[in-house]
């Protein structure tokens, strides 16, 4: 191996480093002797060391293609193409006018398994992972104003330990919100508030699991949290397949042992479709003829654009459904309020269970909501939120049809992601092209059931290559520049 200082084209044999805005800099490189393709990969892998070691800071111009060959005595073509590759890999950027620069990136972790890419192991410059909505424009003054109200107004029992079911006024208010929202059937004495979604599904896992229904079928993509709070209350989950109409609720026939269903109707997670009629009307039927029970989470429910909100499934038959809603999306997941409306005939077995322990959620918080549904600033809110994260679908839209038209996206009817379909093949490596890049994504195979058979649609259901895009996520001064670097990351 020969040590070789390449040195851009000024003075001979003079040494000389430019910075982020100069001409060049000095590259202390490691490369065999003679050429072929041995020196090729070589180059490649002494740059790609220098900028992960950081000696080649972020910004920093590179030589020239015909400058570094010269200086290091190889093929300028050798060189052009170690260029390309590592413009291909995001670890350089080459624009016109501008040569090559090393890219301006966050430096990434260890390799990770194949199932989830490597993410950046610093703060991600823009995250958009699904999961949160753009926290930052939580209401704070409207929630301060109602949590004044609420305060003043509290009755002394409020600041006791309180009951399993929740606050009286939250559950009222919220009978009469989801009643005109959403669809559904019912009375406040029926309303469960719990903290937060991951809580109200393992209460209700508790109460399947005490009355020996111990397999619930899952959609074949989701979230592996939900699947885990399952198993952890001892429930077996077993796969129902998803494609461009929803989870494939006949199939619930097929599985003898099953008497719970976990669905996202309205706005299937991760990939946006809602279900169908005719398979909404199948699953309460097979509910009812079984004896069986549907928890559904109505996770972004308010949040449709293009028409009006489906429609809860609870209305179509409230005896055999659990409706389960949460404020986290709507406002934020930091409130740790959610709701349950559930069965009559389940209500005291589930406030027997939520009775054994801490699950209550905070009295004060609950007065607020309850206030700020009552004062019709929640529907305000929404409305507004709804108007922004629609404008930020329909610039990701526009975005893709001029700069990736061969992407196809889909599930934006509503919600706060959107899936954008990849070429065969690419998901692994866009995804970690984008942590180079400071991205945090998600591919679509991140939300597969493991065990899931691949069924014979394509689509959704036939598990294509994808990414799942958190649109809702950003801040809104952050949501032009994400966009940009989706793009840049994109095939």
Same mark, same amino acid.
């Given at each position: 191996?020969?040590?070789? /200082?390449?040195?851009?084209? %000024? $003075?001979?044999?003079?040494?000389?480093?430019?910075?982020?805005?100069?001409?060049?800099?000095?590259?202390?490189?490691?490369? +065999?002797? %003679?050429?072929?393709?041995?020196?090729?990969?070589?180059?490649?892998?002494?740059?790609?060391?220098?900028?992960?070691?950081?000696?080649?800071?972020?910004?920093?111009?590179?030589?020239?293609?015909?400058?570094?060959?010269?200086?290091?005595? &190889?093929?300028?073509?050798?060189?052009?193409?170690?260029?390309?590759?590592?413009?291909?890999?995001?670890?350089?950027?080459?624009?016109?006018?501008?040569?090559?620069? *090393?890219?301006?990136?966050?430096?990434?972790?260890?390799?990770?398994?194949?199932?989830?890419?490597?993410?950046?192991?610093?703060? @991600?410059?823009?995250?958009?992972? @699904?999961?949160?909505?753009?926290?930052?424009?939580?209401?704070?003054?409207?929630?301060?104003?109602?949590?004044?109200?609420?305060?003043?107004?509290?009755?002394?029992?409020?600041?006791?330990?309180?009951?399993?079911?929740?606050? +009286?006024?939250?559950?009222?208010?919220?009978?009469?919100?989801?009643?005109?929202?959403?669809?559904?059937?019912?009375? @406040?004495?029926?309303?469960? &508030?719990?903290?937060?979604?991951?809580?109200? !599904?393992? !209460? !209700?896992?508790?109460?399947?699991?005490?009355?020996?229904?111990?397999?619930?079928?899952?959609?074949?993509?989701?979230?592996?949290?939900?699947?885990?709070?399952?198993? %952890?209350?001892?429930?077996?989950?077993?796969?129902?397949?998803?494609?461009?109409?929803?989870?494939?609720?006949?199939?619930?026939?097929?599985?003898?042992?099953?008497?719970?269903?976990?669905?996202?109707?309205?706005? =299937?997670?991760?990939?946006?479709?809602?279900?169908?009629?005719?398979?909404?009307?199948?699953?309460?039927? /097979?509910?009812?003829?079984?004896?069986?029970?549907?928890?559904?989470?109505?996770?972004?429910?308010?949040?449709?654009?293009?028409?009006? +909100?489906?429609?809860?499934?609870?209305?179509?038959?409230?005896?055999?459904?659990?409706?389960?809603?949460?404020?986290?999306?709507?406002?934020?997941?930091?409130?740790?309020?959610? /709701?349950?409306?559930?069965?009559?005939?389940?209500?005291?077995?589930?406030?027997?269970?939520?009775?054994?322990? $801490?699950? =209550?959620?905070?009295?004060?918080?609950?007065?607020?909501?309850?206030?700020?549904?009552?004062?019709?600033?929640?529907?305000?809110? *929404?409305?507004?939120?709804?108007?922004?994260?629609?404008?930020?679908?329909?610039?990701?839209?526009?975005?893709?049809?001029?700069?990736?038209?061969?992407?196809?996206?889909?599930?934006?009817?509503?919600?706060?992601?959107? *899936?954008?379909?990849?070429? @065969?093949?690419? $998901?692994?490596?866009?995804?970690?092209?984008?942590? /180079? =890049?400071?991205?945090?994504?998600?591919?679509?195979?991140?939300?597969?059931?493991?065990?899931?058979?691949?069924?014979?649609?394509?689509?959704?259901?036939?598990?294509?290559?994808?990414?799942?895009?958190?649109?809702?996520?950003?801040?809104?001064?952050?949501?032009? %520049?994400?966009?940009?670097? !989706?793009?840049?990351?994109?095939?």
């Amino acid at each position: 191996m020969a040590d070789s /200082w390449a040195t851009p084209r %000024g $003075e001979p044999g003079q040494r000389r480093t430019g910075g982020p805005a100069g001409p060049g800099a000095d590259l202390h490189l490691d490369l +065999p002797r %003679g050429g072929g393709t041995g020196v090729r990969a070589a180059l490649i892998r002494a740059l790609r060391d220098a900028v992960r070691t950081g000696r080649l800071a972020p910004g920093t111009r590179l030589p020239s293609s015909r400058s570094l060959a010269a200086d290091l005595g &190889i093929a300028r073509n050798t060189v052009a193409d170690a260029y390309g590759e590592l413009v291909a890999e995001g670890w350089l950027t080459a624009r016109q006018g501008s040569g090559t620069r *090393v890219a301006r990136r966050v430096v990434p972790p260890e390799p990770a398994p194949p199932r989830t890419p490597p993410l950046a192991a610093s703060r @991600p410059a823009y995250d958009l992972r @699904p999961g949160s909505p753009d926290v930052s424009a939580f209401p704070r003054s409207a929630w301060l104003s109602a949590a004044r109200r609420a305060l003043t107004a509290a009755p002394n029992d409020a600041f006791d330990y309180g009951r399993p079911a929740g606050r +009286p006024e939250l559950r009222r208010v919220l009978a009469d919100y989801l009643a005109r929202a959403r669809g559904v059937r019912a009375a @406040p004495e029926r309303i469960v &508030i719990c903290a937060g979604f991951v809580q109200g !599904l393992a !209460l !209700l896992s508790r109460v399947r699991a005490k009355a020996g229904h111990r397999e619930v079928a899952v959609e074949s993509y989701g979230l592996d949290i939900h699947w885990n709070v399952l198993r %952890g209350a001892g429930l077996r989950t077993v796969p129902l397949p998803v494609d461009r109409q929803g989870a494939r609720t006949a199939e619930l026939d097929r599985l003898p042992g099953t008497r719970t269903v976990l669905l996202t109707p309205a706005h =299937q997670f991760p990939t946006g479709v809602p279900l169908v009629p005719d398979r909404r009307a199948a699953v309460v039927d /097979w509910a009812s003829r079984v004896g069986g029970l549907v928890l559904e989470d109505d996770y972004d429910g308010e949040f449709r654009y293009d028409r009006q +909100p489906v429609g809860a499934l609870q209305g179509l038959d409230p005896e055999h459904v659990v409706y389960l809603g949460t404020a986290s999306k709507s406002l934020a997941p930091a409130l740790r309020l959610a /709701w349950m409306v559930v069965p009559d005939h389940l209500m005291d077995d589930l406030l027997a269970v939520k009775g054994t322990g $801490e699950w =209550q959620s905070g009295a004060l918080d609950q007065l607020t909501l309850a206030e700020f549904i009552d004062s019709g600033a929640y529907d305000r809110h *929404v409305r507004g939120m709804r108007m922004r994260y629609r404008r930020r679908r329909d610039q990701l839209v526009a975005a893709l049809a001029e700069r990736a038209p061969e992407v196809r996206i889909t599930g934006i009817a509503a919600g706060l992601h959107a *899936v954008l379909e990849l070429p @065969p093949g690419t $998901e692994w490596s866009v995804v970690r092209g984008a942590a /180079w =890049q400071g991205l945090a994504l998600e591919g679509l195979a991140r939300y597969r059931y493991r065990e899931a058979e691949r069924p014979d649609e394509p689509g959704p259901g036939g598990q294509p290559d994808a990414l799942v895009f958190a649109y809702g996520a950003p801040p809104e001064h952050a949501f032009t %520049g994400a966009l940009e670097a !989706l793009c840049r990351v994109l095939p």
